[in-house]
C-alpha cells in the first residue's frame, strides 16, 4: 500500500497566503523537473516521490494506479502546465 502520513495533502484549497505560497512552490518545482534537460521527463511517479510526496513509498503498480495520491500528482501536473502557458 502507499504511505506517507506525515505529509498534508497538497490539494487542500489555500486558505492563507503561507498556504498559497506552498501550492505556487510545488508547482514550480514540478515545471523544473520536466524542464530539466538533464534527466528523462519525469514520470508522475517520479513526481509523487521526489517532488509532491518526498519519500512515499509508492508500491506495486496496482497499488499506485488505484491510488489517491496519483490522481493528486496527475492534477498537480496539469495545474502546472497550465500555468506554464497562461501565466
Do not use: C, Y
Not at 16 to 41: N, P, V, Y
Amino acid at each position: 500500500t502507499i504511505s506517507n502520513a506525515s505529509s498534508p495533502s497538497p490539494l487542500r484549497p489555500p486558505t492563507t497566503i503561507a498556504d498559497q505560497r506552498h501550492r505556487l512552490a510545488l508547482l514550480l518545482a514540478i515545471l523544473d523537473r520536466f524542464d530539466d534537460q538533464s534527466r528523462e521527463l519525469p514520470t508522475l511517479r517520479d513526481l509523487a516521490r521526489d517532488v509532491i510526496f518526498p519519500g512515499l513509498d509508492v508500491g506495486a503498480a496496482i497499488d499506485w494506479k488505484t491510488s489517491s495520491h496519483r490522481r493528486q500528482v496527475q492534477r498537480l501536473a496539469s495545474e502546472a502546465r497550465r500555468m506554464a502557458l497562461t501565466g
